[in-house]
Nanobody, 122 residues
Framework: QVQLQESGPGLVKPSQTLSLTCTVS??????????WTWIRQPPGKGLEWIGH???????YYCPSLKSRTSISRDTSKNQFTLQLSSVTPEDTAVYYC??????????????WGQGTQVTVSS
């Protein structure tokens, strides 16, 4: 069974960089045809897609966050990471990592991490 686990600091100061790691077990992040995804949910709001990294290493980002977002991976550790720079209180949210299978027009997020709360505050 595939399992995903988020880790990283729960409190980040404004203007600093938010850094999170997703550790994957039970499956390889280099397995063909999967996207490894970061999603967040601000308080009182819906889910927001941040971006993902394909099994090939290619990355895709939400246009509104692209300039501040970097997703990378460490295949030897079976991990992928999120870095979100210049954070503000608007970035406070529960952050999830997840796996997406399928195409851009037909897909599902079949495995999720439990989520981790990140608060941006001075």
């Amino acid at each position: 069974q595939v399992q995903l686990q988020e880790s990283g600091p729960g409190l980040v100061k404004p203007s600093q960089t938010l850094s999170l790691t997703c550790t994957v077990s039970g499956g390889s992040i280099t397995t063909n045809l999967y996207y490894w995804t970061w999603i967040r949910q601000p308080p009182g709001k819906g889910l927001e897609w941040i971006g993902h990294i394909y099994y090939s290493g290619r990355t895709y980002y939400c246009p509104s966050l692209k300039s501040r977002t970097s997703i990378s991976r460490d295949t030897s550790k079976n991990q992928f990471t999120l870095q979100l720079s210049s954070v503000t209180p608007e970035d406070t949210a529960v952050y999830y990592c997840a796996r997406r299978g399928g195409s851009a027009w037909s897909y599902s997020y079949d495995y999720w991490g439990q989520g981790t709360q990140v608060t941006v505050s001075s």
